[in-house]
C-alpha cells in the first residue's frame, strides 16, 4: 500500500492554520510509525506546520496521530481523505481518550501504544478487514523497537542551533510516569510504571540520526538516577548536545547533574508549574518545592545548563499578581527559557474531570472550536481572569528588553544557545496584545 502518516497543526485566533517556516522539533510519533511500517509499503510522512498535505495525491491508506489541541485540524484531515475514499486510522492521545468522537471521523481508532498493533492493522486494511479498534492487551517491551524513520525527514524545515549541523532530533529512552499529575495525561496514555530502553538501543538510534543535537522526550530523564548515570556515560563518546526533561527533586543528587553536563546536556526542561504551595497541592503536585527551586537552577548553572522552566497559569487563585511574582522569580533567578501555558483540561484527565463536575469548563468539547471565537477554557466564579490574559502578562513581563539583560547579563558562553529563542519570544510578545494567547 502507500501509506501517509500525518501529524496535523492547530489553529491560531483567526481560525488560520498554524503554518512556520521552520519548526522547533520534528515529530517523534509517526517517524515511529513509519519505522513499524514492513518494508513492502511505500510510507510518506507529513508535519503539516512546515508541510502541505497533497489531498488528492494517490493513497491507500492515511495514519494521523493528534494531540487535544490538534484534534479539529485532524478530523478536517480525516474527513477529506474519507471523501476520497481513503481509509482512516486515527491515534495518539486525544483519540486514545475519546475513542467514540474520533471513530465519527475514522475507518479505525488506535488506543495506547501502536507497537504491536501496527503491523495488524495494515494487514486488516490490506484485505480490507479494519476493525473499528485497536487496543493492545499489554504495554509494549521497548527492547529492540523498529528505529524511526529519519530518512523521510525534510530536516530544512526545522530550527537549528547556532554551530549546529542537525536540528533538535527527538530520541525516546523511556515512557511512563509515576506521578500522577492532575492536568497531564501521560501517565494514562504511557502508563504510570517507567519502562526503560536498553541503552545500546538508544546509542545505535542515535548513531542512525545522524543528528549532533537531540531532544530526550522521557517525560524525566532523571527518574531512575543509576540508569541515568549508565546512559549519559554511554553518551560521551558521541559527542552530543542535548536538551532533557527533569523534575524539581533532581537538584537532591549532584551527580547526577554533572553527569548531564558531562554527556552533553546543554539545557534541561523543568516542570516547576506554580511558585505557590497551596496550588501545587491542588493539582497533586506537592513533591514539587518552591523554596527548593533556586538549589536545582544554581545548580545546573554551576553545571552551565541552561534552565527552561515550565510554568503553568489560570488556576483558581492565579491572578495578574501571580503571573508577575513568578515572572519576577524566574528573571531575578537567571531562567533562560519559560513557557507559560495556561489551565488546559484535556479530556481524560482527573482536572478535567474536576472541572467538568464543578461546571468550570467554558466548553465541553473546547478542542472542536479552536480558533473560533473566545479560546478562555476555565472560569471560575469570583476570579475574572484567565489563563489567556495571565500567560499574556508573565510573557510580557519574562521577555521584555529588561528581563532578558538582567537575566543573560553577564553574558556566558553557555547562555549563546538561548539567545535566538528569548529573541524569537521577544518579538513574538510585541506582536501581541495582553490580552491574547501565546
Known amino acids: 500500500m502507500k501509506i501517509k502518516l500525518i501529524c496535523p497543526t492547530s489553529y491560531d485566533l483567526n481560525n488560520k492554520l498554524i503554518k512556520v517556516n521552520r519548526a522547533t522539533l520534528p515529530p517523534l510519533s509517526i517517524l515511529y510509525i513509519a519505522g513499524l511500517t514492513p518494508k513492502e509499503h511505500d510510507v510518506k510522512i507529513v508535519d503539516e506546520c512546515v508541510q502541505t498535505i497533497e489531498f488528492d495525491e494517490p493513497v491507500d491508506l492515511v495514519g494521523i496521530t493528534s494531540i487535544t489541541f490538534t484534534a479539529k485540524r485532524a478530523y478536517q484531515i480525516a474527513d477529506e481523505f474519507r471523501k476520497r475514499n481513503v481509509k482512516v486510522i486515527l491515534g495518539g492521545i486525544h483519540a486514545s481518550a475519546m475513542r467514540e468522537e474520533a471513530l465519527e471521523h475514522a475507518d479505525a481508532v488506535v488506543i495506547g501504544e501502536a507497537d504491536d498493533l501496527w503491523e495488524t492493522v495494515l494487514k486488516d486494511a490490506l484485505n480490507d478487514e479494519l ?11 521497548l527492547d529492540n523497537l523498529p528505529a524511526p524513520r529519519f530518512d523521510l525527514l525534510d530536516t530544512d524545515k526545522y530550527v537549528r542551533l547556532p ?5 533538535n532530533m527527538p530520541i525516546q529512552t523511556a515512557r511512563g510516569c509515576p506521578f500522577n499529575c492532575e492536568f497531564c495525561s501521560v501517565s494514562k496514555f504511557w502508563g504510570s510504571k517507567i519502562r526503560f530502553r536498553p541503552v545500546k538501543d538508544i546509542v545505535s538510534e542515535i548513531a542512525l540520526s545522524k ?10 530523564f532523571v527518574a531512575k538516577p543509576q540508569r541515568t548515570l549508565e546512559l549519559c556515560e554511554a553518551l560521551i563518546p558521541l559527542n552530543i548536545k542535548y536538551i532533557c526533561q527533569i523534575d524539581s527533586l533532581a537538584f537532591k543528587n549532584p551527580e547526577i547533574i554533572r553527569a548531564l553536563r558531562k554527556s552533553g546536556c546543554f ?9 505557590n504551595r497551596d496550588t501545587l497541592a491542588d493539582i497533586s503536585k506537592s513533591f514539587n518545592k518552591p523554596d527548593n527551586y533556586p538549589k536545582l537552577i544554581g545548580m545546573l548553572h554551576t553545571n552551565k545548563i541552561n534552565v527552561y522552566a515550565s510554568i ?3 488556576f483558581e487563585k492565579d491572578n495578574p499578581q501571580t503571573a508577575e511574582e513568578t515572572s519576577k522569580f524566574l528573571i531575578d533567578h537567571k531562567v533562560g527559557l519559560a513557557s507559560f501555558f495556561r489551565v488546559t483540561p484535556l479530556p481524560g484527565t482527573r482536572l478535567y474531570d474536576q472541572l467538568d463536575k464543578q461546571g468550570f469548563l467554558v466548553d465541553k468539547k473546547w478542542w472542536l472550536k479552536r480558533g473560533e471565537g473566545t479560546e478562555a477554557l476555565v472560569k471560575y466564579p469570583g476570579n475574572p481572569y ?12 519574562f521577555y521584555s528588553c529588561k528581563s532578558i539583560f538582567k537575566r543573560l547579563f ?7 544557545d538561548v539567545l535566538p529563542f528569548n529573541y524569537s519570544a521577544y518579538k513574538k510578545v510585541k506582536a501581541f496584545s495582553k490580552t491574547t494567547i501565546l
Open 131 to 141: 476493525k473499528s479498534t485497536y487496543q493492545p492487551d499489554q504495554r509494549p517491551t
Open 163 to 167: 554551530f549546529r549541523r542537525s536540528p
Open 211 to 220: 543528528a549532533d543535537t537531540l531532544f530526550f522526550t522521557d517525560d524525566n
Open 267 to 275: 539545557m534541561a526542561f523543568v516542570g516547576f508549574e506554580s511558585i
Open 312 to 314: 503553568i497559569l489560570g
Open 386 to 397: 484567565t489563563g489567556e490574559q495571565l500567560t499574556s502578562i508573565a510573557m510580557k513581563h
Open 410 to 416: 553577564p553574558f556566558k558562553a553557555f547562555y549563546l
